[in-house]
């Protein structure tokens, strides 16, 4: 099996022409669908939509598709977007490249970055929600203030909308063949309709937070234990509580004895709850003061002078 790569923009990749834009580190990611906190349903399907992606090299040319599928990840941070990716490439033993489009200047940039891409390789593009203003149905922009450094490439993407779609699934998405694309997102509502249709981001994967079943997954790997008196008791906290299998694991690390780290994520998960609640009933507080009447304002029918105002009907 060869060593996957991960592979990143260079600096000065617009310094001379035909040269390779990507520079490459290890890919030493440990994650695999066997340790990621992911209900085994949303797993299985994902398995065995990339199983059925590699092998339809055929079925892709019959039907005349370019032979690339696209994938969405979304949910809050820490719910395990960047491990499934990484489990996603061990899997299938593809190299990652990981675009910034914020480091592009143009649709013939980013065009030139993808010919330079292999063939069986994951294509990343995270948060793509903040990363560039994609929306070409809102109202231009001011301009933007010259910089003191205008060749600057973080200056500005001016990477559009249009740029972007014909890049997933348009001409351009045919060059090269057995091509993942992920995008991430902590904000799916902020896409643009037209990015989340079928033959761009053909799957969608709801990252949520942990459930039962995660935090099983979780103590296993971690605790290296399968049954303890405690495990149920964490489990019916984890259902009624929001928190995330980067929180879940980050508590798990703080002691190798299984009294202690269970313990230690009641103890969490009782304050998590406790501040929740704490930060509703003071947005509560803030509502109830929003809508009570100013001084002069109306109030049940009658002005501040306590006369009744006339409303036609």
């Given at each position: 099996?060869?060593?996957?790569?991960?592979f990143?923009?260079?600096?000065?990749?617009m310094?001379?022409?035909?040269?390779n834009?990507?520079?490459?580190?290890n890919?030493?990611?440990?994650?695999t669908f066997?340790?990621?906190?992911?209900?085994?349903e949303?797993?299985?399907?994902?398995?065995?939509?990339?199983?059925r992606?590699?092998?339809?090299?055929e079925?892709?040319?019959?039907v005349?598709?370019?032979w690339?599928?696209?994938?969405?990840?979304?949910?809050?941070?820490g719910?395990?977007?960047?491990?499934?990716?990484?489990?996603?490439?061990?899997?299938?033993n593809f190299?990652?490249?990981?675009?910034?489009?914020?480091?592009?200047?143009?649709?013939?940039?980013?065009?030139?970055?993808l010919?330079?891409?292999a063939?069986?390789?994951?294509?990343?593009?995270?948060?793509?929600?903040?990363?560039?203003?994609l929306?070409e149905?809102?109202?231009?922009r001011?301009?933007?203030?010259?910089?003191?450094?205008?060749?600057?490439?973080?200056?500005?993407?001016?990477?559009?909308?249009?740029?972007l779609?014909n890049?997933i699934?348009?001409?351009?998405?045919s060059?090269?063949?057995?091509?993942?694309?992920?995008?991430?997102?902590?904000?799916?509502e902020?896409?643009d309709?037209?990015?989340?249709r079928?033959?761009?981001?053909?799957?969608?994967i709801?990252m949520?937070?942990?459930?039962p079943?995660?935090f099983?997954?979780?103590?296993?790997?971690?605790?290296?234990?399968?049954?303890?008196?405690?495990?149920?008791?964490?489990?019916?906290?984890?259902?009624t509580n929001?928190v995330?299998?980067?929180?879940?694991g980050?508590?798990?690390?703080?002691?190798?004895?299984?009294?202690?780290?269970?313990?230690?994520?009641?103890?969490?998960?009782?304050?998590?709850?406790?501040?929740?609640a704490k930060?509703?009933?003071k947005?509560q507080?803030?509502?109830?003061?929003?809508?009570?009447?100013?001084?002069?304002?109306?109030?049940n029918?009658?002005?501040?002078?306590?006369?009744?105002e006339?409303?036609?009907?």
């Amino acid at each position: 099996m060869k060593t996957l790569k991960l592979f990143t923009l260079k600096n000065d990749r617009m310094h001379g022409p035909g040269g390779n834009p990507w520079q490459s580190v290890n890919l030493d990611h440990p994650s695999t669908f066997e340790t990621l906190a992911m209900d085994t349903e949303i797993k299985n399907m994902v398995i065995d939509d990339l199983k059925r992606f590699v092998n339809r090299k055929e079925f892709y040319r019959k039907v005349g598709k370019a032979w690339k599928r696209g994938y969405l990840l979304f949910g809050p941070p820490g719910t395990g977007k960047s491990s499934l990716i990484a489990a996603m490439a061990n899997y299938l033993n593809f190299d990652v490249y990981d675009l910034e489009l914020t480091d592009l200047r143009s649709n013939s940039d980013l065009r030139r970055l993808l010919i330079s891409t292999a063939n069986r390789s994951i294509l990343v593009v995270e948060d793509i929600d903040a990363s560039i203003d994609l929306s070409e149905r809102k109202s231009a922009r001011p301009p933007r203030q010259p910089s003191m450094y205008p060749f600057h490439y973080n200056e500005g993407s001016k990477v559009t909308l249009s740029g972007l779609l014909n890049f997933i699934d348009g001409l351009w998405s045919s060059c090269g063949d057995e091509r993942i694309i992920v995008f991430t997102t902590n904000h799916k509502e902020k896409l643009d309709p037209a990015l989340l249709r079928p033959g761009r981001m053909d799957v969608h994967i709801h990252m949520s937070y942990c459930t039962p079943c995660g935090f099983k997954m979780l103590v296993s790997i971690y605790l290296r234990i399968t049954e303890h008196p405690l495990i149920t008791e964490v489990e019916q906290m984890i259902g009624t509580n929001k928190v995330t299998p980067a929180e879940v694991g980050e508590q798990l690390l703080k002691s190798d004895d299984p009294e202690v780290a269970l313990r230690g994520m009641i103890e969490f998960l009782e304050k998590k709850k406790e501040s929740e609640a704490k930060a509703f009933q003071k947005n509560q507080e803030v509502t109830k003061t929003e809508v009570l009447p100013k001084p002069g304002e109306e109030q049940n029918g009658e002005t501040s002078s306590g006369e009744s105002e006339l409303v036609d009907l």
